[in-house]
């Protein structure tokens, strides 16, 4: 990987996401809103030529790593690993978001107004149902912050330390942080936080409630993260065609 390319990312914070040719489609949708935001610090790592190659046509900053996904477990280590050496290398703050975590409005100035948290994410109540059972929430990770501090430099490490396998990027997340938290609070009613957690070692984390990022469509969301559950790209775009205005059927 030729880290260099994040040399010219003009802030302090990189926003990352992943897709291979498969999913450029839904890339171009998740683009058409993006772009309204007039954000310089988008970065995509492309897993195939092909997928690159149509990213730059849009004028789209790329990283090419060459990855097959042949097991979708490994592949969520993987990301990770990727995040993680992109974190280190940059030294800067990492905004994670899935290409179909559709971006409505600009969410990184929600981001802004809570500078004291390390991590901010917004809450599910599905995956890892274990985990749910447990504390009554999760972290999603179809969209979150790690901001890049000397204490969290090696937060990412730790995720990936844990002894745990055949497992996707919500469980490494969750699980480090249901067997390290220390304390949990529950936001006021006029804060934007669902939760706020303090880890063991010292991270700050804050959920975000519903109404900022959500898997169901509502009028002001900042970002809408819809379940696609379909086998074809086609039939994913049908899906998202309820509720977003799409210009690749």
Not at 94 to 122: A, E, G, M, Q, R
Not at 205 to 211: A, D, R, S, T, V
Not at 220 to 233: E, K, Q, R
């Amino acid at each position: 990987m030729d880290y260099k390319r994040i040399d010219n990312i003009p802030t302090d914070t990189i926003i990352l996401t992943f897709i291979n040719y498969k999913y450029v489609p839904l890339f171009k949708a998740f683009y058409k809103y993006f772009k309204q935001h007039n954000l310089d610090n988008l970065l995509v790592i492309c897993l195939d030529k092909e997928s690159q190659n149509e990213l730059m046509v849009l004028g789209v900053r790329t990283m090419f790593v060459d990855y097959t996904i042949r097991d979708i477990c490994e592949f969520w280590r993987f990301r990770l690993t990727i995040i993680n050496n992109v974190f280190k290398y940059s030294e800067k703050n990492i905004i994670h978001t899935d290409v179909d975590c559709f971006w409505l409005k600009n969410i990184v100035t929600v981001f802004d107004t809570l500078p004291n948290y390390d991590l901010i994410s917004h809450v599910a109540f599905g995956h890892p149902i274990q985990i749910v059972e447990q504390i009554g929430f999760v972290m999603c990770c179809g969209l979150y912050l790690l901001r890049y501090s000397k204490n969290t430099m090696n937060f990412l490490d730790k995720i990936l330390a844990q002894n745990l396998n055949f497992v996707d990027d919500q469980v490494y997340f969750n699980h480090y942080i249901y067997t390290n938290y220390r304390l949990i609070e529950h936001g006021t009613i006029n804060d934007m936080l669902y939760k706020k957690i303090l880890l063991n070692d010292g991270i700050k984390m804050g959920i975000l409630k519903p109404q900022y990022v959500s898997r169901e469509y509502y009028e002001d969301l900042y970002c809408f993260h819809p379940v696609l559950d379909a086998d074809t790209m086609s039939e994913k775009l049908r899906i998202l065609s309820k509720y977003l205005v799409i210009d690749v059927l």
